[in-house]
Antibody, heavy 113, light 106 residues
Framework: EVQLLESGGGLVQPGGSLRLSCAAS????????MSWVRQAPGKGLEWVSS????????YYADSVRGRFTISRDNSKNTLYLQMNSLRADDAAVYYC??????WGQGTLVTVSS | DIQMTQSPSSLSASAGDRVTITCRAS??????VAWYQQKPGKAPKSLIY???SLHIGVPSKFSGSGSGTDFILSISSLQPEDFATYYC?????????FGPGTKVDI
C-alpha cells in the first residue's frame, strides 16, 4: 500500500522558514517524480513544485520560485520542501503527491504574526 | 502557462442522476489530463489519468474522455458518497495547472 506521510507544518511568522518532509513507502520512490501541491483555506488546488526521479530536474510555480526549494533523498525515501521568506498567502495545506496517483494527507502551514 | 477551465463551477443533482463536468485547456495537451475527487477536509483522490484511464479501485460509474483541449468527466448513477468537488489537472507541460474545481452537491 502506498503511503505518503507529510510532516513539518506549523505556525511561522511572515518572513520565516519551514521545511516540510514527506516519507514515502509502498512503491519504488526513486522511480517516480514527486510533487508538492497546496490548498489555501476555502480555495482550489495549486501545483507548487515537482522534482525528477534523480533530483536533477526541479520545477516551480512562479509564486514560489526563488523562495522554495524542492529536494529528495532516495536513500531515505523522503521528499522535502524548504520554504523561505514565507508570506501570508503561502498559508495552506501542503500535500505531497505522486501526481495522477497518490496523495498524502497534508500538513498545515500557517503564516501569521 | 496552460490555463485549465472547468464548467460548471457547481451543480446540484440528485441521487441516481448522471452528471457531466467539462474541462478545457488553453492549448492542446494531448491526453495528459487527470481528474481528482476531493471531499471536505480530506486529501484529493485520484480518479482518472491519461484522460480516460480509471485508477484501480475507482468505480466504473466514473468515466473520462477527450483529447487536445476538451475533456469530460462523467459520473453515472450518483450516490451520496459522490457529492464532492472535482478537479482536472494537466501534466503535459510545466507549470502543471489545475482547473478551479466543480462542486457537486444535492
Amino acid at each position: 500500500e502506498v503511503q505518503l506521510l507529510e510532516s513539518g507544518g506549523g505556525l511561522v511568522q511572515p518572513g520565516g522558514s519551514l521545511r516540510l518532509s514527506c516519507a514515502a513507502s509502498g512503491f519504488i520512490f526513486s522511480g517516480r517524480a514527486m510533487s508538492w501541491v497546496r490548498q489555501a483555506p476555502g480555495k482550489g488546488l495549486e501545483w507548487v513544485s515537482s522534482i525528477s526521479t534523480s533530483g536533477d530536474e526541479t520545477y516551480y510555480a512562479d509564486s514560489v520560485r526563488g523562495r522554495f526549494t524542492i529536494s529528495r533523498d532516495n536513500s531515505k525515501n523522503t521528499l522535502y520542501l524548504q520554504m523561505n521568506s514565507l508570506r501570508a498567502d503561502d498559508a495552506a495545506v501542503y500535500y505531497c503527491a505522486k501526481l495522477t496517483d497518490d496523495w498524502g494527507q497534508g500538513t498545515l502551514v500557517t503564516v501569521s504574526s | 502557462d496552460i490555463q485549465m477551465t472547468q464548467s460548471p463551477s457547481s451543480l446540484s443533482a440528485s441521487a441516481g442522476d448522471r452528471v457531466t463536468i467539462t474541462c478545457r485547456a488553453s492549448q492542446g495537451i494531448s491526453n495528459d489530463v487527470a481528474w481528482y475527487q476531493q471531499k471536505p477536509g480530506k486529501a484529493p483522490k485520484s480518479l482518472i489519468y491519461a484522460a480516460s484511464s480509471l485508477h484501480i479501485g475507482v468505480p466504473s460509474k466514473f468515466s473520462g474522455s477527450g483529447s487536445g483541449t476538451d475533456f469530460i468527466l462523467s459520473i453515472s448513477s450518483l450516490q451520496p458518497e459522490d457529492f464532492a468537488t472535482y478537479y482536472c489537472q494537466q501534466y503535459h507541460t510545466y507549470p502543471y495547472t489545475f482547473g478551479p474545481g466543480t462542486k457537486v452537491d444535492i
